[in-house]
Structures are given as structure tokens and as C-alpha cells.
């Protein structure tokens, strides 16, 4: 692992501002997915082949005045930013990102906030082709602001708690192939019940030959597996009591794509029997710049380097680039207020990053026709 060190003169330098993407209402028949710069949260929108658009959390705990972090292995001086909400996406910027789209799903893995406060700043408008829409956890677990958003949907949107596992949603009417999202896992801690992170609400995307898993914070860390690392049921719990895992075997989990547990936590989350079970080609996390006072240093560089280790020990079939990785440096957690860059030549992206002494953010594109698929990393600001 090559280690890049960074000088400490990390001042705020000028950026050119561009445009945050603005999505066709009339869709081009193939199937969109992005994970949008939203600093520590998690906001993934679908885009059907139709035109149509599913949202799969939108939050955000990014606070508005931040300091750069110090740099691993050197005492660099932390630099207070103006505010570092105006790198991260806006709620202007949102309401443009999802054009004149249709928004007919939307989908809550649990109530943290930063999974689903930017919700609330949806323009009403825009809102009144929900049809339905799926939470982890129970309404009183939310706050107050999102009930009062629950309560502006329209009368005609289904709106269901704790679906069931096995519950499975076919969001884009009229395409050739079905896109369906299926509850995976939810409230499998019962050692710990309530809503908690191990409790989230995971889902499966699929489409065709594409498959996207999205975990939520879902904290898998006292699962039972064998020796091949295929999770079983039951399970038990982290001091040793019962409980139940309901996601039945690593056939189940498997993905092409796979959005980091917990925003790539580590260790209770993103564990290897995990990694090995959904098999991903790609992984992306999501989070505010690691290192950054308020953050929970996401993604976390223990976790990086064991998907390194595994993909050397084709134990994960991450995309490896020969030649001119589409994101060169990763970004990781250490340890309080420090962070790590490291060169990156593999399928693992991240939201946020340094560039040239300033902090960018990437949108994570996903394109697919239900044969193949691309994953994109596109430098935003």
C-alpha cells in the first residue's frame, strides 16, 4: 500500500463550480443509479429505464462549519473550512439534480438521521407521484420533521413499516425486464431489537444480469457463518444469546455492486464473510471526507486494506485497473481527525476526496441495460 502524504498548506483554494446533472423526465431506456455527494449520509437515486425514479435514503449529518483533517503520520494544522456545506450537494442543487422526474418510490433502510432528513427538502411538488414507500423501523422512530414529511405525501401513497422479508417491488412499469427491489434482511438483530443499525432495512436491486446491494448501516458482525464464509441461519448474537439471521445464504446477497455497509464502517459491519457472500465487482461508500470533526472516520482504512488483501487472495472479485483507474486516490478513515490517501487502482470509490488541496465530491454513476453495466465516479466540485 502506498501511502501519499499531503503537505500541511491545505488551504480552501478557488474551484470552477459546475453543474450538478439534471435528470431526463422521459428516461432512454436503460437503467440509472447515483449516489449523490452528500456528505455523511448515504442518497441513492434510480433512474428506471422509462424515466421514472426510486429514491433509496437521502440524509445527511454534515455540519456547516468543519476543519480539514490532519494527515496520517505527520502533525499538519487543521484548516477551518467557511463552511463545508457548500461542497457538498444543496438543496437547490437536489431539487435540479431530480429534474421534472416522477419520484414513485421511495425507500428508508432505518431511522438515522442522515439517511433520511434531505427528504424534507424535496420540493412538495414533486412529490405527488409517490406511490409508495418502505421504512425500516416504526413511524415514532422518526422525527418530528420527517413525520410532518410523511403526512405532506399524498393520500393515495402506501406507506409500509417494517415490510416484510422476502417483500419484493417492481419499480419501473414497462420495461423489458423487471427491476425489482427485494427486502434482504430486516430487524435480524434480535438480541438487539428496535431500530438500531443491525436492524436496517437491506435491499437487492436486480436487473436482468445487474445487481445493486444496499445494506443501509446493517451491522453483521455477530452472524453466524462457516468456514467457507457463507452466512447460515440462525445465528448468535454478540453474547451469545439467540437470535436469527433471515438472510438465508450468500446466493442471496450476491451483487454485482455492492454501497458499503454503514458507509464502509469497520468492524462490525462490511465484515470478510460478508464481502465474500455478496461477491461484488464494484463497491462504493458514501460519507463526508474521513478525518473531519463529526464523522465517525467512514470509510475506514482497515476495511480498504482487507479488501485489498482479499482481492490479491482472489477471495473478491473487485475490478483491478491495468491502466488509468477512473478514481486514483482513496480516502480513508484512521483514527480521530486523521485520514489516509492511498494509491487506488481498483473498483472502490468513494464521494469525497482532495484534489490539488481542495475538497471535491464525486457522483458514483451506474449504468446498465441488463447485460452489462458501467460504474462511473464523476468529479462534480
Not at 483533517?69 to 499538519?76: G, L, M, Q, T
Request: hydrophobic residues 30%; aromatic residues 10%.
Amino acid at each position: 500500500m502506498i501511502a501519499i502524504i499531503l503537505c500541511c498548506l491545505l488551504s480552501v483554494l478557488p474551484y470552477s463550480e459546475q453543474k450538478a446533472p439534471v435528470l431526463s423526465s422521459k428516461g432512454d431506456g436503460k437503467l440509472h443509479i447515483y449516489a449523490l455527494p452528500v456528505g455523511q449520509g448515504d442518497g441513492t437515486v434510480i433512474q428506471c429505464p422509462n424515466g421514472d425514479v426510486a429514491i433509496v435514503d437521502l440524509g445527511s449529518s454534515t455540519r456547516k462549519h468543519d476543519t480539514i483533517p490532519v494527515r496520517e503520520e505527520r502533525p499538519c494544522k487543521k484548516v477551518k473550512l467557511d463552511d463545508e456545506s457548500h461542497y457538498y450537494m444543496k438543496d437547490d442543487e437536489l431539487n435540479g439534480f431530480l429534474g421534472n422526474t416522477n419520484i414513485k418510490y421511495v425507500f428508508i433502510t432505518h431511522a438515522d438521521i442522515d439517511h433520511y432528513n434531505l427528504f424534507a427538502k424535496i420540493n412538495l411538488k414533486r412529490l405527488t407521484t409517490v406511490s409508495e414507500a418502505y421504512a425500516g423501523c416504526e413511524e415514532s422512530d422518526y422525527n418530528k420533521a420527517m413525520q410532518d414529511w410523511i403526512k405532506s405525501l399524498p393520500k393515495t401513497t402506501k406507506f409500509h413499516y417494517n415490510p416484510k422479508l422476502d417483500t419484493v417491488v417492481s419499480i419501473c412499469s414497462g420495461s423489458k425486464l423487471p427491476v425489482n427491489v427485494k427486502v434482504m434482511a430486516i430487524n435480524t438483530d434480535t438480541f438487539n431489537p428496535g431500530c438500531t443499525n443491525s436492524n436496517s432495512m437491506a435491499l437487492r436491486l436486480e436487473y436482468g444480469k445487474f445487481s445493486l446491494f444496499l445494506p443501509g448501516d446493517l451491522e453483521e458482525a455477530n452472524y453466524q457463518h462457516d468456514a467457507d464464509g457463507v452466512i447460515t441461519s440462525p445465528t448468535k448474537g454478540l453474547h451469545g444469546k439467540p437470535g436469527v439471521l433471515k438472510i438465508v445464504s450468500d446466493k442471496g446477497i450476491k451483487s454485482t455492486v455492492y454501497r458499503l455497509s454503514h458507509h464502509g464502517a469497520w468492524p462490525k459491519a462490511n465484515t470478510p464473510y460478508f464481502l465474500k457472500a455478496v461477491q461484488p465487482q464494484y463497491v462504493f461508500s458514501s460519507s463526508q471526507l474521513p478525518g473531519t470533526s463529526g464523522t465517525y472516520n467512514h470509510p475506514n482504512c482497515d476495511l480498504y486494506d482487507e479488501m485489498i488483501k482479499m482481492i490479491k487472495n482472489k477471495k473478491l472479485p473487485i475490478t483491478t485497473y491495468s491502466t488509468n483507474p477512473p478514481q486514483k486516490n482513496y480516502y480513508c478513515g484512521k483514527e480521530k481527525e486523521r485520514y489516509r490517501e492511498d494509491e487506488n487502482k481498483y473498483g472502490i470509490f468513494t464521494t469525497a476526496a482532495i484534489d490539488n488541496g481542495r475538497l471535491v465530491n464525486y457522483f458514483i454513476e451506474i449504468d446498465s441495460d441488463g447485460t452489462v453495466f458501467q460504474v462511473t465516479p464523476k468529479l462534480w466540485r
